[in-house]
Nanobody, 125 residues
């Protein structure tokens, strides 16, 4: 599976961005999908995840209410709508696919099998 993240860029505080993750080589309909981020000098952290059907989504506390994850299995795409952006949201954002089986979408990076290359989001104050 190849994952290609896009949509990052420079945005002002309070602005919005929509990240996209395009998958190829294998359908992601049979995988949970997650978005993670990594700021300079920090560990990679969970942002949002969505289950195979798209019926359940999960968010880190620091983005809940501002970010929305969605997926379109017919297009092999996953999205992350980010609103009310803050400077602390500045990071490289990665999409990832988990083909394993978990009771709920995992928040642990090591559970994910495939990763995109990342897209940089910079929020200026």
């Amino acid at each position: 599976v190849q994952l290609q993240a896009s949509g990052g860029g420079l945005v002002q505080v309070g602005g919005s961005l929509r990240l996209s993750c395009a998958a190829s080589g294998r359908t992601v309909a049979s995988s949970d999908m997650g978005w993670f981020r990594q700021a300079p000098g920090m560990q990679r952290e969970f942002v949002a995840g969505i289950n195979r059907s798209g019926g359940s989504s999960y968010y880190a506390a620091y983005v809940k209410g501002r970010f929305t994850i969605s997926r379109d299995n017919t297009k092999n795409m996953v999205y992350l709508q980010m609103n009310s952006l803050k400077p602390e949201d500045t990071a490289v954002y990665y999409c990832a696919a988990d083909y394993g089986f978990h009771a709920i979408v995992s928040r642990t990076p090591r559970d994910y099998d495939y990763w995109g290359q990342g897209t940089l989001v910079t929020v200026s104050s």
